[in-house]
Nanobody, 115 residues
Framework: QVQLVESGGGSVQPGGSLRLSCVAS????????MAWYRQAPGKERELVAR???????EYRDSVMGRFTISRDNAKKTVYLQMNSLKPEDTAVYYC?????????WGEGTLVTVPS
């Protein structure tokens, strides 16, 4: 079992920045993917960014160049640095990990960018 706890959400003006963090309850193999998803009101959950050892990080087109995903395996943490935030980035952001054949999700952290 893995518990994931996100933090760092909040409300920020357009153009501002936030850094999300997700701490896992145990170490995650560096080759296992960790990711951030988001779900806006009335929309489906979508992949924002994904990272795993040996591969370039992946980003959805709409956040490319503004968001950066990183992970610190020693701290069992994955981060999402979000810059130049836009109202359309408003969503609940969820941490994801797939390890040992299982998928785990955090409970989410709300990011609000008012228009």
């Amino acid at each position: 079992q893995v518990q994931l706890v996100e933090s760092g959400g909040g409300s920020v003006q357009p153009g501002g920045s936030l850094r999300l963090s997700c701490v896992a309850s145990r170490s995650i193999f560096s080759g296992d993917p960790m990711a951030w998803y988001r779900q806006a009101p009335g929309k489906e959950r979508e992949l924002v960014a994904r990272i795993r050892s040996g591969r370039d990080p992946e980003y959805r087109d709409s956040v490319m160049g503004r968001f950066t995903i990183s992970r610190d395996n020693a701290k069992k943490t994955v981060y999402l640095q979000m810059n130049s935030l836009k109202p359309e980035d408003t969503a609940v952001y969820y941490c994801y990990v797939r390890t040992d054949g299982m998928v785990y999700w955090g409970e989410g952290t709300l990011v609000t960018v008012p228009s």
